[in-house]
């Protein structure tokens, strides 16, 4: 196996962490003697061992104490991102290396988390380590861009997601609840839901709609994200879909709001205003540990979300279908400009008849 085989296991073992390890990093490694791995492991949830620990206990299991000793000496660790240097809840990473004398580390990328980023490596580098930057770099920040942006922008990643028709149409103007989207393209939306740990919609939509906002199938997934709510004039609360599971709730309003009192301990309302609302919706988010916002609101969240500048991702479903004058456009024409401006196209997928296109934000996106 050549080098780039082993990265290549340390993303594999990496993506083993997904939805277990947030706020943390996905990250995995894979320890080599002479181009044979000896040991394997990577970070399994959150608080509990980093991968570079569970991939030495992992040869110590294999080779027993003396002899896994003997191979960790003057080894070769690769990870998917440079190994920590500061002691939170696990020891720090650079530690464990130094002390099993291994002699190169060859990470795909700096950790964007301002405590480390570069101290691990100048660490391991003082300790007569050898270190290699850089190697699947691209795909390293794709695995973590939710983390990356945490870090380098102090909130969470945000994805926009709507459902259009050719003519660019998300429903009728004067009709709620038109399905444009096909089978496949939504059960795709649900595994977008999954990776994501809130939903945001606006107040509009909450009171027209009254959805549920889960991930399905409900009875599969053990975590639910969080549900949030935009604007003013929710209706009658008592009666809304999004109080039928135990996920929680953010109001964002300007409003005074009252919360049926059984509910009470599952919402949290944010009192804000027009220039604050977002940001501080943010900070809390980013406090409670929900690091990434799907947002599947109508014209109104979408066009403010894009003209903030707030976006990290934008997918966008087509259907092979034409409602005319008559239709209801995504965003206004201040957003659509700036769409056409900042995106760039990350990948194509197809979904029967309907495309799926995912845009990134060149200016906003951590990556």
């Keep these: 196996m050549s080098s780039k085989d082993f990265i290549s296991q340390t993303l594999a073992l990496a993506k083993k962490g997904k939805g277990k390890v947030a706020p943390n990093p996905m990250v995995g490694c894979v320890i080599t003697k002479k181009g044979k791995i000896i040991g394997e492991g990577w970070h399994k949830k959150y608080g509990k061992d980093h991968a570079e620990v569970n ?3 992992d040869c110590q299991a294999k080779y027993g104490k003396d002899k896994s000793k003997e191979l960790l000496k003057d080894s070769c ?3 998917n991102l440079e190994p920590c240097s500061i002691k939170n809840n696990t020891p720090a990473c650079t530690d464990s290396i130094i002390r099993v004398q291994a002699a190169k580390v060859v990470c795909s990328m700096k950790d964007p988390n301002p405590r480390i980023n ?3 490596i100048n660490k391991l580098r003082a300790a007569g380590i050898k270190v290699e930057v850089g190697s699947a770099s691209d795909e390293a920040k794709e695995l973590n861009k939710v983390f990356i942006v945490n870090q380098k922008f102090k909130r969470p990643f945000i994805t926009i997601k709507y459902a259009q028709t050719l003519d660019q149409m998300i429903g009728y103007q004067a009709k709620r609840g038109i399905q444009i989207s096909n089978a496949l393209s939504k059960q795709d939306v649900q595994n977008i839901r999954k990776e994501h740990s809130s939903i945001l919609i606006g107040a509009n939509t909450l009171r027209l709609d009254n959805p549920r906002l889960t991930s399905r199938p409900e009875s599969k997934i053990k975590i639910q994200p969080a549900k949030i709510i935009v604007g003013n004039n929710f209706g009658r609360l008592i009666q809304k879909n999004i109080f039928k599971n135990f996920s929680h709730i953010f109001f964002v309003t300007s409003e005074k709001l009252i919360v049926p009192e059984k509910y009470s301990n599952k919402v949290t309302c944010i009192q804000t205003n027009k220039r604050n609302g977002l940001q501080k919706l943010f900070k809390e988010l980013m406090l409670r540990g929900y690091t990434s916002i799907l947002v ?5 969240i979408i066009s ?3 003209k903030k500048g707030y976006f990290d991702e934008l997918i966008v479903y087509t259907a092979p279908r034409i409602l005319g004058s008559k239709g209801l456009k995504a965003m206004d024409n201040k957003a659509d400009k700036i769409i056409d401006t900042v995106t760039k196209v990350h990948s194509i997928e197809n979904f029967g008849e309907d495309l799926k296109v995912t845009y990134i ?4 996106n951590g990556i």
Excluded: D, L, R
């Design 55 to 57: 991939a030495i206990k």
């Design 77 to 79: 660790f690769f990870v």
């Design 118 to 120: 570069g101290k691990g």
């Design 296 to 300: 599947e609101g109508g014209k109104s």
């Design 304 to 306: 403010s979300f894009i």
């Design 361 to 364: 934000n060149k200016k906003a």
